[in-house]
């Protein structure tokens, strides 16, 4: 993705993952409207509107557990959540962790950052 200011007008270029094509896109802007050119299909200008406006990703990360047979369980956000909010979440779940077991699919955290943490996998209790 790129930028480029000239006054009040902006264009970002942004490669569509809607679909296997990767068209690549343009959104232009001014004080009035968003264009969007360069899509081949409707779904890329709903894409191209969301990462102009709004850009999320789903994000997974790792968590410590506490007690269990793996010192690590697999986890991500629930929803896609806010590029800018990544950053601040992976640093405050690297102090973060939960106690073994964990259970495939479970909320790990319910409302970090606002955001829902889910595992990915499980991990057992540590055998005494
Ligand atoms: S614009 Fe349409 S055809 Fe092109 S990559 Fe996006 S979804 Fe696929």
Redesign the pocket.
Known sequence: MSDCERGEETMKEIK????????T?RADSDLYEITIS????????E??LGEYINPTREVTFNVRVRGGSSPVVSAKTAYPIAVTKILPLSRLLLKLSVDAPVAEGQTLFASLLGERIVSTSAVEKEAL
């Open positions: 569509c993952t809607a679909c296997e094509r990767g068209c896109l360069g899509n081949k299909c409707p779904r890329g200008k894409y191209a």
